[in-house]
Structure formats: C-alpha cells, structure tokens
C-alpha cells in the first residue's frame, strides 16, 4: 500500500448552556489491511464515547471561563461608557506609579470634564446627557494607546493614565484629545444635542507626586483652573 493511510475523522461539538462553543476534533489512522480487524475499525465506539464525555466536560470549563470574564469586565467596566470605573483606575494608577519608580520613566495623568454638562440634562433630559457620556466614551477609547487606560471616573469626569508619557507628551495629547471633542456630534432621538466641549487638566509623576491621590489632586486642580478660566482648554498642573 503506497502513499498515507487512510484516516478516520470524529467531530464532538463542545455545547454548554443552549450553546455552542466549538468543536473537538480528533482523527485516527486506519491500520493497514495486514493489521488487525479491531486496528482497521479506526476510532472504536468506547473511543467515541469517551470523546463525548470529554467535549461535555470541556465545553462546560469553557463556559465557566466566560462567565467567569463576563463578570470580571462587568466589575471593572463603566456600563455606560464601557470604560475602566473608579475603582480600577485607581488600582491600575497605583501600578503604574510603583512601575514608574521601578523603571525611572514617566507617566502622566489627565483629567476631563464636560463643560456645561448640566445643559444637556435641562434642555434634553437625562437620557440625552447619557447620550454624551457614552459617545465620549466611545471616542476616549478611540484614541487611547494600547497602554493607555481610560476611565469614567464619576459624573461626567474621566481620568486617562498614559504611562511613559512625560508632562509635554501628555499637554500634547490632552490638546488632540480636546480638538477631537470639539468635532463630536450628538444626537438623540434624532435630534442633534449641540457641541460638545471639555476642560482638562494634566498632572504627571513624578513632578506633581508619587501617590495616587497627590497626581489626581494636582490634575483635579488644574481641571478647575480650566474651567476658571474660560473652559474649553488644557490647563497643566502647577
């Protein structure tokens, strides 16, 4: 017999809660017609049923593992927005100052607010307001890096840490992220909800601290010193 044997396939689906996730995929080589009857059956039924048990068993930690994320995400993630909450940003912040120190690099934290934010909700309804929220949101993580992290930090506040950014880098991106505001437009309900602007104020490590609180008081600071002084502008911390 010339050329490769001949190959019996078996395909299990890996099927857990009302879906499927996949499939397993196994083969076995048929034995050549000098070997055995029970060698030529190719992938007997003990084999096939022990495949089957297999695939229930996987297909469930498969499940198990997505739920696991889904709630994972759910509790790390703004569901308005779908960016990092609070509570991460504040984790993740900590990191990055403590990776900064060790490395000796920058990072650099800005801090945005809605401008008039309140005019939405008046003129349009609440539902509007979280119209802007969430296609802020949609734009921050836009233009975020890969590194970068994006978060709704409360209201109509967001915080991005940009690690390996130094304070100019930082004056810079905040400036682009702000012209890209201006450039959004909102609708709800099909009826446009007017221009969208943002003061924002940028603190860096390790010139305005090395805490999470002291970068973010800096930051805050010179959000409101933006808003002070006419809004609609970057403002870097003193």
């Not at 879906?19 to 070997?35: F, I, M, S, W």
């Not at 490395?103 to 307001?129: I, T, W």
């Not at 840490?161 to 909102?186: G, K, N, T």
């Not at 221009?195 to 999470?212: D, I, L, N, Q, Y």
């Amino acid at each position: 017999l010339e050329g490769p044997l001949p190959t019996a396939y078996l395909c299990v689906p890996l099927a857990a809660q009302g879906e499927t996730l996949g499939v397993l995929h196994l083969t076995a080589r048929l034995a050549a017609p000098e070997e055995s009857t029970a060698e030529r059956r190719g992938i007997s039924e003990s084999r096939q049923r022990l495949a089957v048990t297999v695939a229930e068993q996987f297909a469930l930690a498969l499940a198990n593992l997505r739920l696991r994320e889904t709630l994972r995400t759910q509790s790390v993630r703004d569901p308005l927005t779908a960016l990092f909450n609070r509570r991460y940003m504040e984790e993740t912040l900590e990191r990055e100052i403590r990776r900064a120190e060790r490395e000796r690099r920058p990072l650099s934290v800005v801090m945005l607010d809605v401008d008039r934010f309140k005019n939405f909700n008046d003129s349009f309804g609440h539902e509007a307001g979280d119209a802007v929220l969430s296609a802020l949101g949609g734009l921050l993580r836009g233009v975020c890096r890969a590194a970068d992290v994006a978060c709704r930090y409360g209201g109509e506040e967001f915080v991005l840490i940009l690690p390996a950014a130094p304070l100019s880098d930082a004056r810079r991106r905040a400036d682009e992220i702000r012209a890209a505001i201006r450039e959004l437009h909102v609708t709800h309900e099909g009826r446009p909800l007017g221009p969208v602007r943002c003061s924002m104020g940028v603190s860096a490590f390790p010139e305005h601290g090395a805490t999470v609180v002291n970068l973010l008081r800096a930051a805050d600071a010179a959000l409101y010193r933006a808003k002070r002084e006419g809004r609609d502008q970057v403002v870097v911390a003193d």
